[in-house]
């Protein structure tokens, strides 16, 4: 077995996926997620059907899959923390992890055990809601590369959310702590990126009025950066394609949105993993003093 | 097999291992003695590669733990003191995760767990949930799933604590065959007596040093300086007191509260000295009943130096 299939497939990622896979609770939540969905594409299309003159049409299926989308996201943004936060400090909690830390297990197949095991389940909630997104490709609209983007979002975001939680439960010893930690994060990728954007693009506009009288194209990157980082905003920017990338222009950014979102989730994603392999166990080298 | 060379570890101001030095050979038993914070699990956890040192380290079979603590572990197995089981995890299913995380084949795996069921007597509870185990049991199968890679040495902390005592007597048993499979051991155990029948050497440990080293017999002479002689006489006591007082090497005698015929004399000779003693008490005239030593056991010697603390 090579070292990169090692690291993926692995006793740790199995056990993970055998006792997850077991618990009823986890197919009560996939059961009721495919159940609230559908229930909203019904009342979706009951609204445009029954209080609109002109039927189903293809944009009222855009924006299903818009609805179906941003839905989706939110699960992802609600329920990855809970799902990985407490994917290292639930062990400590239950003494389980000093022994699994004295096997031969290395560190980063531990950890990414851990955060695979979590997102399986996560993509699986995502495949099984496949079959909801042929009532849009029925009434046309979305294309699947459209299709292709919203999922390729959806796994980015997932992975990096699911790396960061698995990176508190590393540093954070209680669970609770760690969870609290993650749904923080989560709450300034989504709410306070926004604030903090305006709040930039005011400064931005209020200093280029005060010095040259007038408002200017500039190169200021920052308000793109803040903005990619959010999840929600950069997904729909993506999706809507026409949506602030000529208000970014202005100021200077000519890049597409997915691509800086890529590089930020991935830049996120890869970080505060290698932060929790290191982390993972104690460093036995003695540090030097003086 | 064990090297362990200036061993410390500080926790902010408190030190908890200071300068511990100890050599322990293949295939010993090794009882690790001493009150609670003395450093026991402090020295395990530095073995079993989960705690950095602050100064010095330890070598296993050759190996520092310090800088190469992956080979380290595929020659310890390691039982904490406190530890959980999964839920909804079946015990084969449980011993099979762990052979599979020390990258054991399945086949081997499937031929080993049998094996060890046995040893820890387990064999009726293959396809239980670990979790509906009683505490004697998940001992025994922590232990189980600390030998599945058939390592050299095994790290027990304290693998007697809370368990009943029909439940101990199946873990000295156990210890007992491991023994004999010439495991190199080494235990905490606050249950001292268990200690003394299984173990080949004791060291005792109290505020992060290693106060006395060696076997039973070796600790008690090393921690114990004085013995104590009980004399029953039959008569005439007073005459007796009198009599042992004068002897340079009696320090203390005290007369034993229920029976007014028994003196209990702390004593410093050596044992040509008591003989002596002994044959001047016959031509002094005293009706002695009997002489005799009274037995010290490890219980007696812990609760001699942890009295300190209490």
């Known amino acids: 077995m090579s070292r990169l299939q090692s690291l993926l497939i692995n006793p740790v990622l199995n056990k993970e996926i055998k006792l997850r896979f077991r618990s009823f609770k986890n197919f009560l939540g996939i059961f009721l997620f495919l159940a609230i969905c559908g229930a909203v594409c019904l009342a979706f299309i009951y609204t445009e059907t029954q209080f609109s003159y002109d039927g189903f049409t293809a944009e009222d299926s855009k924006n299903l899959f818009l609805l179906l989308s941003m839905g989706q996201l939110g699960l992802i943004v609600f329920i990855t923390p809970g799902l990985t936060a407490g994917a290292i400090s639930g062990e400590r909690e239950k003494q389980t992890l000093n022994i699994m830390l004295t096997t031969q297990q290395s560190s980063t197949s531990i950890i990414l055990s851990k955060l695979f095991s979590s997102l399986l389940y996560l993509i699986l909630m995502l495949v099984a809601s496949l079959p909801l997104y042929s009532i849009v490709f029925l009434y046309g609209g979305v294309s699947p590369q459209t299709v292709l983007i919203m999922f390729g979002y959806l796994f980015l975001t997932m992975l990096a959310i699911g790396s960061i939680g698995i990176m508190f439960s590393t540093l954070i010893k209680r669970t609770i702590i760690s969870t609290i930690t993650t749904y923080g994060t989560m709450l300034f990728l989504v709410v306070g990126t926004v604030i903090l954007f305006l709040i930039i693009i005011r400064l931005i506009v209020g200093f280029s009025q005060g010095t040259t009288g007038g408002p200017q194209s500039t190169d200021h990157i920052l308000p793109y950066i803040v903005l990619v980082l959010n999840p929600a905003v950069s997904m729909l920017f993506s999706l809507e394609t026409n949506s602030l990338v000529y208000e970014f222009q202005q100021i200077g950014v000519d890049w597409p949105f997915w691509v800086g979102f890529t590089i930020a989730y991935g830049a996120i994603t890869l970080i505060t993993l290698l932060i929790a392999i290191k982390k993972l166990r104690p460093s036995m080298r003695r540090k030097k003093k003086g | ?310």
């Open chain 2, 1 to 310: 097999m064990i090297e362990i060379v200036n061993l410390t570890k500080h926790y902010g101001s408190f030190t908890a291992l200071d300068h511990l030095n100890l050599s322990i050979e293949k295939g010993t038993v090794f009882g690790f003695v001493g009150p609670n914070g003395a450093g026991k699990s402090t020295t395990f956890s530095i073995l079993a590669t989960l705690l950095a040192p602050s100064e010095g380290t330890a070598y296993i079979n050759g190996i520092d733990v310090t800088k190469d603590p992956k080979q380290v572990r595929k020659l310890i197995g390691y039982v904490p003191d406190f530890f959980g089981v999964y839920d909804k995890f079946k015990v084969h299913e449980y011993l099979d995760f762990y052979g599979a995380s020390y990258g054991i084949p399945n086949e081997e795996r499937k031929a080993v767990i049998p094996q060890l069921l046995e040893l820890v007597n387990l064999t009726d509870k293959t396809d239980s949930y670990v979790d509906l185990l009683s505490r004697g049991m998940k001992q025994r199968l922590c232990l189980a799933r600390a030998l599945i890679h058939d390592p050299e040495l095994l790290i027990l902390d304290e693998p007697a604590s809370g368990l009943d005592p029909r439940a101990r007597v199946e873990m000295r048993g156990i210890l007992r065959e491991l023994k004999n499979m010439d495991k190199t051991i080494i235990i905490s155990s606050h249950i001292l007596p268990e200690l003394s029948e299984i173990c080949d050497e004791l060291g005792v440990i109290e505020n992060g040093q290693l106060i006395a080293h060696g076997n039973v017999r070796q600790i008690e002479n090393q921690l114990q300086a004085q013995k104590v002689l009980q004399v029953k006489v039959t008569e005439n006591i007073e005459h007796a007191v009198s009599f042992f007082e004068d002897d340079p090497n009696v320090l203390e005698i005290t007369r034993d509260e229920q029976d007014d015929m028994l003196l209990q004399l702390s004593y410093q000779g050596t044992e040509e000295d008591q003989v002596a003693l002994l044959k001047k008490a016959v031509e002094h005239g005293l009706a002695i009943l009997t002489l005799s030593q009274k037995q010290t056991n490890l219980e007696d010697i812990f609760m001699e130096i942890t009295k300190g603390d209490e």
